[in-house]
């Protein structure tokens, strides 16, 4: 962490939770967190349940976000949300581009770029992932691969949008897996992409923008990995489910 980036400590709650599961678990984390203010909390919900979960936020510091969004902004999209009806739910924060995302729904680097613009036209934040794959950690191409991810992710987004603009290195090898990156490899990449950062918006960019680090984050690693320079926060995918792990994290975080 650094003292000069707001730390952002979100959940990624994934296909979890149902309305009635959401505002059990917003009530019991609610006063847990309450006044840990070092850093901003955001829970990424399903669509169906964003609703429960704001209402069940209310009075908090809690924020709730969504998963991903669509670039259009309306039309023949079966499935998908745009960033106006999020925006219309007081949707203020949204996940693009995870690896599931990119894994199993064929998301690729141009779509990415298209649902990053469309929400923040609508002036949502974007929580923006990216990472390499275990074989590409294993040729030791992680920085050629993150650096090119942020160019092509990033493509067309201003430096004024970057305010708005959080990114997640989650190193795919390490999600839902067990395996967590070492605070040195965590720290080293997230590095990497503020230095692709530094080519494209200039040295205030790179240095202004949160970069979080995803990846089988959880109560026992927290505190070590927050402690790097280039580690502004955390995405949190399976200990998020469990508010006193959650909890820990911020804790970790203050
Ligand atoms: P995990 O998920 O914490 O369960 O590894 C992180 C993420 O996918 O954002």
């Not at 964003?50 to 069940?56: D, G, T, V």
């Not at 680097?109 to 074989?135: P, Q, Y």
Request: aromatic share 6%.
């Amino acid at each position: 962490m650094n003292a000069k980036r707001r730390t952002v400590i979100a959940g990624n709650w994934k296909m979890n939770f149902t309305p009635a599961e959401a505002t059990a678990f917003i009530n019991e984390i609610k006063p847990l967190v309450a006044g840990k203010d070092a850093c901003d909390i955001i829970f990424c919900a399903p669509y169906v349940t964003i609703a429960a979960a704001q209402a069940a936020a209310e009075g908090s510091h809690i924020k709730i976000g969504a998963e991903n969004v669509h670039f259009a902004e309306k039309g023949a999209y079966t499935g998908e949300v745009s960033a106006k009806m999020l925006t219309a739910c007081g949707v203020e924060y949204v996940i693009i581009g995870h690896s599931e995302r990119r894994q199993y729904f064929g998301e690729t680097d141009e779509t990415v770029n298209l649902r990053t613009k469309a929400a923040l036209a609508a002036g949502m934040t974007v929580i923006l992932c990216l990472g390499e794959v275990k074989e590409q950690r294993l040729a030791g191409i992680t920085k050629e691969v993150v650096s090119m991810q942020t160019k092509l992710d990033l493509a067309g987004v201003t430096a004024e949008e970057m305010k708005r603009v959080i990114i997640a290195y989650e190193p795919v090898w390490a999600i839902g897996t067990g395996l967590t990156a070492t605070p040195e490899q965590a720290d080293e990449t997230c590095g990497q992409i503020r230095d692709a950062l530094c080519e494209l918006y200039g040295k205030e960019v790179a240095e202004s923008t949160t970069i979080q680090y995803g990846g089988s984050m959880n109560e026992k690693n927290a505190a070590e990995l927050l402690s790097k320079p280039n580690v502004d926060g955390g995405l949190i995918g399976g200990a998020s489910l469990v508010a006193a792990k959650f909890n820990a994290i911020v804790d970790a975080a203050q």
